[in-house]
């Protein structure tokens, strides 16, 4: 599992052993909210070739790859690390992929995600166009998604010439406890969550933009199953791995501010927004796979919410927290 100390990774990595597998987990760090399910934990950076070549020591029966520089719009929009987004993460596909082509590595899970489609699919925000198939001609809206439609493209291309069983999915903004809800690298879910949780009844919540930019979310648990189902399936992909259900950002706090039992005032702030409308295209994988995800957001975020709380309450009661 490359990538097993990030959020999905480390929710994966025990479903995996929930399911009876013995599990490998690689990355720079160790999971932050839980130790590691992980019968192996290696720890280490997939941008060294060398390293990946020694986590990958045996001919396993399924890698997932889901190493990768990344975060919210508040580091992915603002241009200030494209370069190392970019470096960074081609780095850790050429070494994972190299190393597994190596051993016969019996087939490859890669996650790519929503930025690889166009920006002119994503202007209005009622009715966005993110069907697989219309990934091009290619625009994305950041050198992220530039970068993820090039490991697309080197995977599927490891696949046709090295016979590699690839399996792609492109996740949209998957969310759920466990996940960075603070510093900077944070989603829109989480961030909302911990700014609810911080608000005072009657309080005013910051909103980047003007708040009525559409998104899906996707629930955690639902990622997994949708990522397992598209593993063992015989299909490649890329398949859209998301919710549609589509929420404006004003809505996704509304809603959250309902679940915290809180009267809130937004306050609307300049800050990088993405695209204007999001929502994964569930047509293919339904149809394909013969599943799509269902889970009320809602729900998920209920979940999300008590979880950031009790993390924002154990913060505020620690005795270095600010006065």
Same mark, same amino acid.
């Given at each position: 599992?490359? %990538?097993?100390?990030?959020?999905?990774?480390?929710?994966?990595?025990?479903?995996?052993?929930?399911?009876?597998?013995?599990?490998?987990?690689?990355?720079?760090?160790?999971?932050?909210?839980?130790? !590691?399910?992980?019968?192996?934990?290696?720890?280490?950076?997939?941008?060294?070739?060398?390293?990946?070549?020694?986590? /990958?020591?045996?001919?396993?029966?399924?890698?997932?790859?889901?190493?990768? +520089?990344? %975060?919210?719009?508040?580091?992915?929009?603002? %241009?200030?690390?494209?370069?190392?987004?970019?470096?960074?993460? =081609?780095?850790?596909?050429?070494?994972?992929?190299? =190393?597994?082509?190596?051993?016969?590595?019996?087939?490859?899970?890669?996650?790519?995600?929503?930025?690889?489609?166009?920006?002119?699919?994503?202007?209005?925000?009622?009715?966005?166009?993110?069907?697989?198939?219309?990934?091009? $001609?290619?625009?994305?809206?950041?050198?992220?998604?530039?970068?993820?439609?090039?490991?697309?493209?080197?995977?599927?291309?490891?696949?046709?010439?090295?016979?590699?069983?690839?399996?792609?999915?492109?996740?949209?903004? &998957?969310?759920?406890?466990?996940?960075?809800?603070?510093?900077?690298?944070?989603?829109? $879910?989480?961030?909302?969550?911990?700014?609810?949780?911080?608000?005072?009844?009657?309080?005013?919540?910051? &909103?980047?933009?003007?708040?009525?930019?559409?998104?899906?979310?996707?629930?955690?648990?639902?990622?997994?199953?949708?990522?397992?189902?598209?593993?063992?399936?015989?299909?490649?992909? $890329?398949?859209?791995?998301?919710?549609?259900?589509?929420?404006?950002?004003?809505?996704?706090?509304?809603? /959250?501010?309902?679940?915290?039992?809180?009267?809130?005032?937004?306050?609307? @702030?300049?800050? $990088?927004?993405? @695209?204007?409308?999001?929502?994964? +295209?569930? !047509?293919?994988?339904?149809? !394909?796979? %013969?599943?799509?995800?269902?889970?009320?957001?809602?729900?998920?975020?209920?979940?999300?919410?008590?979880?950031?709380?009790?993390? @924002?309450?154990?913060?505020?009661?620690?005795?270095?927290?600010?006065?």
């Amino acid at each position: 599992m490359c %990538g097993a100390g990030g959020f999905i990774g480390a929710h994966l990595v025990g479903r995996l052993k929930a399911e009876g597998f013995w599990v490998r987990g690689v990355d720079l760090r160790q999971p932050p909210f839980r130790p !590691t399910a992980a019968d192996e934990f290696a720890q280490g950076d997939l941008r060294d070739a060398a390293f990946a070549r020694s986590v /990958t020591d045996r001919r396993f029966d399924e890698v997932y790859q889901l190493a990768a +520089d990344m %975060g919210g719009a508040g580091f992915l929009f603002t %241009g200030e690390h494209d370069a190392d987004i970019m470096r960074n993460s =081609a780095l850790i596909n050429i070494h994972v992929l190299d =190393a597994c082509r190596r051993r016969g590595v019996g087939r490859i899970f890669y996650s790519s995600s929503a930025c690889v489609y166009p920006q002119h699919n994503q202007r209005d925000a009622q009715h966005p166009d993110l069907a697989e198939g219309s990934v091009y $001609p290619a625009d994305p809206d950041s050198e992220y998604g530039w970068e993820k439609l090039f490991a697309e493209r080197l995977f599927l291309a490891h696949g046709r010439n090295h016979g590699m069983a690839v399996r792609i999915a492109r996740y949209h903004n &998957i969310f759920g406890p466990e996940g960075t809800w603070t510093g900077g690298r944070e989603k829109s $879910p989480a961030a909302i969550c911990r700014k609810v949780a911080m608000a005072e009844d009657g309080g005013a919540v910051e &909103i980047w933009g003007d708040g009525q930019q559409t998104r899906s979310f996707l629930y955690i648990d639902e990622c997994i199953e949708g990522t397992l189902r598209l593993m063992r399936s015989r299909h490649t992909g $890329p398949f859209n791995v998301g919710s549609e259900e589509m929420v404006t950002i004003d809505g996704l706090a509304a809603m /959250t501010a309902a679940i915290a039992g809180k009267t809130i005032r937004l306050r609307h @702030v300049a800050g $990088p927004v993405g @695209v204007h409308g999001r929502r994964s +295209d569930n !047509t293919l994988v339904r149809a !394909t796979l %013969g599943w799509a995800p269902e889970r009320p957001l809602r729900e998920g975020l209920a979940a999300t919410f008590a979880w950031i709380k009790e993390q @924002v309450d154990r913060d505020l009661a620690s005795p270095h927290a600010p006065a």
